[in-house]
C-alpha cells in the first residue's frame, strides 16, 4: 500500500482548529494565504507519495553502510534528498536573508510529517538541517551565518547535532569532550559523540556538526558547556570546500528501526572548529536547535501513525475473516468490533496529536510575528507535549496497527512491523519523553502555572460556549478541565520536585488528552454537532478522554510509594 498525504486533515484543522488564521493575518506571513498554502501542501504531498514513499522499504531492507570509513546510503536516498533539497522544502521556514522561504512553522510541521510518513529514514536528515539553521540564525557570528547557512537552506550541505558521549547521555554536563584555543579565533575540537543521526552520508557535499565541547577553563557541568561548529570538509570564505577535518566515522550503530537513517559514533581528534554563540553558552545555543527538534520529532510519531493507520485501514477492508455480528458491513474484517474500535482509535488519536503538534507551531509563529511573551509561553508550554504525546501516538497506533493485521503484522514482508519498529526511537531521541514530563511539571510551571492556566481557560470558554451544538461533548470536556486545573495546582504546592517527577508523565499525557478533547470539540463544532467528525469527537470522549481520570490519580500520588521498596526488594520480587 502507498502513502497518501492526508491534505484535506490539514487544512481543516488550519482552517477550523488550530487557528492558523491569526497567523495569516499578521503582516510578517500574509503571503501564506489559502492558495498558496495549499499550492505549497500540494507540491509537498506529490514529493512524499511520488518520490520519497518508495523508499522507504528500501532503506529498511538494504541499510545504510560503512565502506572503507565512508558511508554509502541506501538504494534511491541520494535521489530522494536531491528532490528535497532542490525544492527548497529544508529551508521552508528560514529566513530568507539567507535563502529560506521564511514560511510560517506551521506549514514546515505539516510537510515535515508528511515526509515522516513517507520515508521516516531520510526525512531525519532535513530535519536536523532545519534544526541546526534555527540555531545559528539565533546564536552563530555574521560570518558563520554568510558562509553557512545559505548552504544548508538549499540543502547542499546537510547538518548535525552531537551531544551524546558514551558516558554522558540525558546528563549532558557529564560530557568529556574538549576544545582548545588555536589562537587564531578557531578551536581544536577531541572527544567522540555517539548516536550521531546522518553523522556521515553521500547525499551532499559536506556535512556541518554542531559540536558541544568543554572549553580549558570551563566550569564543571553545563554551565560550563560551549558550542562549535566543525564541518566535515573545511570551507574557505567563498564557501567552496577544501581539506577534510580530523574526524572520522568510528562505526555506524546496529539498529531495531530506522535502518536506512546512518546513525554514527564520531571521532573528534583536533577538529578544527569555529564557537556558536558565547563561550559556556553552548546548553543554550543548543537548545534552540533541540525544541525545534522536539516539535518536529512529534511530527515524526504522527507521521508514522499516519502511514500505520493507513495501511491497517486498507488491510482490514480488504481482508476477509469470520462473520460479523454487525448488520451493516462489507464483509470483512473491518465489521468486527474489535477491529472497528482499533481503527477508530487510532484515527481519534492521530487527530488529536496533529491537532497538538499544530496549536503548537501556530504558537511559534505568532511569537515570532508579535514578540509577545504570551505566545512565546504557549509554544514553550506545548512543546514536550506535542513531543511526548506526538511519538506515543506514534508507537500506540503503529502497535495496533500489527495487531490490525493480525498474524501478518508479524510478518516483515507487510511493512506494518517496519512502522512499530521505526516510530520506537522517537520517544528516547532529543530527550526522552520522560524528561519531557519533568520539564513541563518543573521549568513549564515556574511561572506559578499561569501558561497552564491561559490554555485551561482557553480550553473551559470554548466549551461553554459549544455546549449548545455540542451538549454530549462539552460537558465531560469541561469536567476534565477542572480535574486537570486541581492537578496543576497541586503540582504547584509540591515543594519537593521528585513528587512532581513521579507524576509527570501521567500529567504530561493527561494534558495531552484534554487538549486532544479540545480540538475534537473545535471540529464538532464546525460541523455544527452532526457530521462524521463529531461521530469520531464521540469516540475520543467517550473512550480516550476518560483516561485522564486515572493518569491525574497517578499524577498526585508523589513518590514515597516508589521508594518504599529498595532496590533489592524491587529486584528480588
Known amino acids: 500500500m502507498s502513502y497518501r498525504a492526508p491534505l484535506a486533515e490539514y487544512q481543516f484543522l488550519f482552517d477550523h482548529v ?61 535521489e530522494g534528498y536531491k528532490a528535497i533539497a532542490e525544492g ?25 510529517e508528511m515526509m515522516s510518513g513517507a520515508c521516516l529514514s531520510l526525512q531525519l536528515a532535513p530535519l536536523m ?83 558541544l565541547a568543554r572549553l580549558p577553563d570551563g566550569a564543571a557541568g553545563t554551565k560550563g558547556i ?100 454487525s448488520e451493516v458491513g462489507r464483509g470483512t474484517i473491518i465489521d468486527h468490533a474489535d477491529v472497528r474500535r482499533m481503527l477508530s ?39 514536550p507535549i506535542a513531543k511526548a504525546f506526538g511519538t506515543e501516538t506514534g508507537m500506540r497506533v503503529a502497535e495496533m496497527g500489527v495487531q490490525v493485521h493480525g498474524g501478518m503484522g508479524f510478518i516483515e514482508e507487510t511493512g506494518a512491523a517496519q512502522f512499530y519498529r521505526d516510530v520506537r526511537v522517537t520517544a528516547i531521541y532529543e530527550g526522552t519523553n520522560g524528561i519531557q514530563g519533568m520539564d513541563l511539571v518543573a521549568r513549564k510551571l515556574m511561572d506559578g502555572g499561569e501558561a497552564a492556566f491561559a490554555l485551561l481557560d482557553e480550553i473551559a470558554e470554548f466549551t461553554e460556549s459549544a455546549r449548545e451544538a455540542c451538549p454530549t461533548l462539552g460537558s465531560p470536556l469541561w469536567e476534565a478541565v477542572e480535574a486537570l486545573r486541581e492537578a496543576t495546582e497541586w503540582m504547584l504546592e509540591q515543594s519537593e520536585l521528585n513528587a512532581r517527577f513521579a507524576g509527570a508523565h501521567a500529567y504530561l499525557t493527561a ?3 484534554v487538549i486532544g478533547g479540545y480540538a475534537h470539540l473545535k471540529a464538532a463544532s464546525a460541523e455544527k454537532g452532526i457530521g462524521p467528525r463529531t461521530k469520531l469527537a464521540n469516540i475520543y470522549m467517550s473512550r480516550l478522554l476518560p483516561e485522564h481520570i486515572s493518569l491525574l490519580a497517578e499524577a498526585q500520588v508523589g513518590d514515597k510509594d516508589l521508594y518504599a521498596l529498595s532496590v533489592d526488594e524491587l529486584a528480588g520480587l
Request: negative net charge; charged residues 20%.
Open 129 to 211: 538541517s532545519q534544526g541546526q539553521i534555527e540555531a545559528l540564525e539565533h546564536h552563530a557570528s555574521d560570518a558563520i551565518k554568510e558562509l553557512y547557512l545559505p548552504k544548508l537552506i538549499s540543502g547542499e550541505w546537510t547538518g548535525t547535532m552531537n551531544l551524546t558521549e558514551p558516558q554522558a547521555g540525558s546528563d549532558v554536563g557529564a560530557l568529556t569532550s574538549k576544545a582548545e584555543p588555536n589562537g587564531d579565533g578557531t578551536y581544536s575540537v577531541s572527544g567522540q559523540k555517539i548516536y550521531i543521526t546522518w553523522g556521515d552520508h553521500d547525499v551532499a557535499d559536506n556535512i556541518c556538526h554542531l559540536v
Open 511 to 513: 494534558f495531552a488528552r
Open 345 to 383: 482509535v487510532m484515527k481519534a488519536d492521530v487527530f488529536a496529536a496533529r491537532s497538538i503538534a499544530l496549536m503548537c507551531a501556530v504558537a511559534i509563529d505568532l511569537q515570532k510575528a508579535t514578540a509577545e511573551d504570551a505566545w512565546g509561553a504557549r509554544a514553550a508550554f506545548l512543546t
Open 226 to 325: 560551549s558550542l562549535f561548529l566543525v564541518p566535515k570538509f573545511i570551507p574557505n570564505e567563498q564557501g567552496k570546500i577544501g581539506v577534510g577535518n580530523t574526524l572520522k566515522v568510528v562505526s555506524l550503530e546496529h539498529k531495531l528501526g530506522l535502518h536506512g537513517s546512518p546513525t554514527a559514533v564520531m571521532q573528534y581528534e583536533g577538529a578544527k572548529g569555529w564557537l556558536v554563540g558565547e563561550a559556556g553558552g553552548g546548553m543554550r545555543a543548543m537548545f534552540t536547535m533541540m525544541n525545534n527538534a522536539r516539535l518536529g520529532v512529534g511530527g515524526q510519531g504522527i507521521g508514522i501513525a499516519e502511514a500505520a493507520m493507513q495501511q491497517a485501514m486498507t488491510y482490514a477492508s480488504e481482508r476477509k475473516q469470520g462473520r460479523s455480528l
Open 88 to 112: 527548497g522544502w529544508v529551508g521552508m521556514s528560514a529566513s530568507p536573508e539567507h535563502g529560506g522561504m521564511g514560511l510560517p512553522m506551521t506549514m514546515t510541521t505539516a510537510v515535515n
Open 18 to 78: 488550530v487557528g492558523f488564521d491569526a497567523v495569516t493575518a499578521h503582516p510578517r506571513f500574509e503571503d501564506a494565504g489559502a492558495d498558496m498554502t495549499a499550492a505549497i501542501l500540494g507540491e509537498a504531498a506529490h514529493l512524499c507519495e511520488e518520490k520519497i514513499a518508495p523508499l522507504n522499504r528500501a532503506g529498511d531492507l538494504t541499510p545504510a553502510s560503512l565502506e572503507n570509513g565512508v558511508v554509502r546510503t541506501s538504494p534511491g536516498f541520494a
